[in-house]
């Protein structure tokens, strides 16, 4: 059996998840993948004010159908696809740019799966907390409603 990360649900600021896209220089037709997606905000940034094809990946299903029912009715159907899954168990080597907001220990579970999928120049941008053993060629904090926010940027130079 795969490992299921235990994250709660605690979703980016949508200020935060616009700034995350822009430090990642999303551009349009690119592929973002949120690994974790929870409602689906930055699949849906992504897509309609970047021009990217977004994919999210969430475990709970009640998050699922929140996402599907919130891009049925945005109508980016053919921009954004969701799944329902584990995200180690997703192929994800077509990704441009993924986005995480997952705990330290489940981005250090995940950094092998990364390396291994996806190809140089892809960019991964994470809110808050860091991919250990990676060096971020950004680092920018933000102060967003009541608290500040720290953006991880790395990109993949193998």
Same mark, same amino acid.
């Given at each position: 059996?795969?490992?299921? /990360?235990? +994250? =709660? $649900?605690? #979703? @980016? /600021? ?10 990642? %220089?999303?551009? =349009? ?20 004010? $970047? ?12 998050? +699922? ?7 049925? %009715? ?12 584990? $995200? ?10 993924? @986005? ?5 220990? +489940?981005?250090? *579970?995940?950094? =092998? ?6 190809? #140089?120049?892809? *960019?991964?941008?994470?809110?808050? $907390? ?5 060096? /971020?060629?950004?680092?920018? %904090?933000?102060? %967003? ?12 130079? *193998?």
């Amino acid at each position: 059996m795969s490992y299921i /990360p235990s +994250v =709660p $649900f605690v #979703p @980016t /600021p949508e200020g935060v998840a616009r700034r995350m896209l822009e430090l990642a %220089e999303v551009k =349009p037709g690119e592929v973002v993948y949120d690994l974790g997606c929870g409602d689906g905000r930055i699949l849906i940034i992504a897509a309609m004010e $970047f021009g990217a094809r977004a994919v999210g990946v969430e475990i709970r299903k009640d998050l +699922v159908e929140k996402c599907i029912k919130k891009v049925k %009715e945005l109508g980016l159907e053919e921009k954004i696809t969701i799944i329902h899954g584990n $995200f180690f168990n997703i192929d994800i080597s077509d990704a441009d740019v993924v @986005t995480l907001y997952l705990l330290t220990s +489940v981005n250090e *579970r995940l950094r =092998p799966k990364l390396e291994k999928e996806l190809r #140089p120049g892809a *960019r991964v941008v994470s809110h808050d $907390f860091e991919v250990l053993g990676w060096k /971020p060629v950004k680092v920018e %904090e933000i102060k %967003e409603g009541w608290r500040g926010h720290k953006i991880y940027l790395y990109v993949v130079d *193998r």
